[in-house]
């Protein structure tokens, strides 16, 4: 099998390797500088991409060096209080991860490097600069400058990964539509202490909103971080001038020092074509979105989790091209309608613009999943309406993110649901295990399971693929009434809601991949 090229050594290039690793697909990832990143980038991780990294294998590695957020909190400049407050917490029974987290992200990447060169040490190649790509009729050939001469490349496709100024994005002639602003943001790394020197009692993640002059405070786990907006054509202040302007924000505090300083422009921009044949635009690459709210490096993020289960499928014969046509057609609109404009309007509340009403109104628990990113529904055909914002639990709804639900296997242990569903996609049929319900046998790519209240007897035929639901509670989570089919995808979005009858999931499942699921045994996967 031919490798999968990834150009760009970045988070979201790192973490697409994991993510085809975990499939079983061959990697190759390319960076052009001669080591990772040492910037001053992104800071805080999202909920629902600690569940990617679960999935992938990276989850505790991350989660042992950063530090976890459940309060994210606004504060008013002028009286120095609360303002509005998420509490993450809300969602405990979504997910096994009811934080966010700080970590740098030139934390991040080492240990996200690490995983990949364990799992395969050749994948990543350091000083190799895309020179050319030619897409091939089963391929891409890709062509690197390296110290030691240009170097010739094939795999099966090209991920570009590889930034804002994308040259496989340029090599393609793709245009960009949506604006830079003439607007730009200072982030700096601060040793202080905050803690027992000068205590403080802000939130881990706390936005200080004002007309004249706003900034973002981020706990880091080993120093804070502060954004805040330059004024247009001004340059960056001296380190003498930063530490007075901390400290109109903060108070007076015994010791300030400055470690790492960077200047973000802030855009709105989109990539009008994310795939062409076998190349396909991702993160960067494919949307530049204003450093807000933490949607940019998460939104990526939600690309390697679109992308590389599509790309497993067809290597291994489960589906037909078509199936790849759905991560452009799902993702473009959560960066162009979605994560971009809700970045916007967070922009334009924290200098006094405008609210935030249109998208932070609703119920606390609400509130919370749009935030994490937990809220996201996918536009999975042409029915299902995509949206970023929950106003409330609700019931599902097609497209919505399956809530990593807990509940009891048929060898009697607990289980979470995002656990079955890692490989494949998975249909659970609410129903009553008493009644003995005819279900398929589970294929490779597609795992059926009875979900009810009442156990599954041991001479039913039916214990390994029974599910303990005490309480009804995931029927009462999901909103369905009994007899009701729920497929969902490798990528946790449910496919589909409807009553049940015979051979309905493997229906469903051909009309999603264009292939029978018969075929997935055949192959030998």
């Known amino acids: 099998m031919k490798p999968v090229i990834i150009v760009g050594a970045g988070p979201v290039g790192l973490t697409t390797a994991l993510a085809l690793q975990f499939y079983g697909l061959p990697v190759l990832l390319f960076e052009e500088d001669e080591a990772l990143s040492r910037d001053t980038k992104a ?61 740098p992200q030139h934390h991040l990447e080492p240990i996200l490097s690490e995983a990949l060169g364990a799992r395969q040490p050749d994948a990543l190649h350091l000083n190799h600069r895309l020179h050319a790509f030619q897409q091939t009729s089963d391929g891409v050939m890709a062509t690197f400058e390296t110290p030691d001469g240009l170097r010739q490349v094939e795999g099966s496709y090209l991920l570009a990964c590889d930034g804002g100024r994308s040259t496989v994005r340029g090599q393609l002639d793709i245009p960009v539509e949506g604006v830079s602003l003439d607007v730009r943001y200072m982030l700096v790394d601060l040793k202080l202490d905050l803690d027992v020197a000068n205590p403080r009692d802000y939130p881990y993640l706390a936005y200080f909103s004002d007309p004249n002059e706003w900034m973002v405070l981020v706990r880091q786990p080993h120093c804070w971080r502060f954004l805040y907006p330059l004024a247009p054509g001004a340059e960056p202040p001296s380190h003498e001038e930063f530490a007075a302007k901390v400290r109109r924000f903060i108070g007076e505090v015994d010791s300030l020092e400055v470690i790492n300083t960077v200047v973000y422009r802030v855009h709105h921009r989109i990539a009008s074509e994310w795939r062409r044949g076998r190349v396909f635009l991702m993160g960067d690459a494919a949307h530049l979105i204003t450093p807000m709210w933490a949607l940019g490096l998460n939104t990526g993020i939600l690309d390697a989790i679109s992308l590389p289960w599509r790309l497993a499928w067809i290597a291994r014969g489960w589906a037909t091209d078509n199936l790849l046509d759905g991560y452009a057609r799902e993702q473009r609109p959560l960066a162009i309608h979605g994560s971009g404009e809700m970045a916007e309007v967070a922009r334009k509340y924290m200098g006094g613009e405008g609210d935030v009403g249109a998208i932070m109104s609703g119920s606390g628990w609400g509130v919370a999943a749009t935030r994490t990113l937990l809220g996201v529904r996918l536009g999975t055909d042409e029915s299902a309406q995509w949206s970023m914002v929950k106003h409330d639990r609700g019931r599902l709804l097609v497209g919505d993110r399956m809530p990593d639900f807990a509940l009891h296997g048929g060898n009697g242990r607990p289980c979470r649901l995002h656990d079955l569903i890692d490989y494949r996609f998975i249909a659970l049929y609410f129903t009553d295990a008493r009644r003995r319900p005819s279900i398929p046998q589970n294929r490779p790519g597609l795992a059926h399971f009875v979900v009810s209240r009442w156990d599954a007897p041991l001479d039913s035929g039916l214990r390994d693929q029974s599910l303990l639901d005490v309480g009804d509670r995931l029927l009462l989570r999901v909103g369905c009434p009994l ?19 015979e051979g309905l999931a493997l229906e469903l499942y051909r009309e999603i991949v264009g292939k029978d699921a ?8």
């Open 43 to 103: 800071g805080t991780i999202l909920t629902r991409t600690l569940e990617a990294f679960r999935r992938y294998g990276v989850a505790d590695e991350v989660l042992a060096n950063a530090l976890r957020v459940e309060d994210i909190g606004g504060i008013d400049l002028a009286t120095n209080q609360p303002t509005m407050s998420v509490r993450t917490a809300l969602l405990s029974d979504d997910t096994r991860y009811p934080f966010v987290i700080n970590l």
């Open 518 to 525: 018969n075929a997935t045994a055949e192959q030998g996967a």
């Open 483 to 501: 007899d009701t089919l729920v497929l969902i995808r490798p990528d946790d979005h449910v496919a589909a809601i409807m009553p049940m009858r």
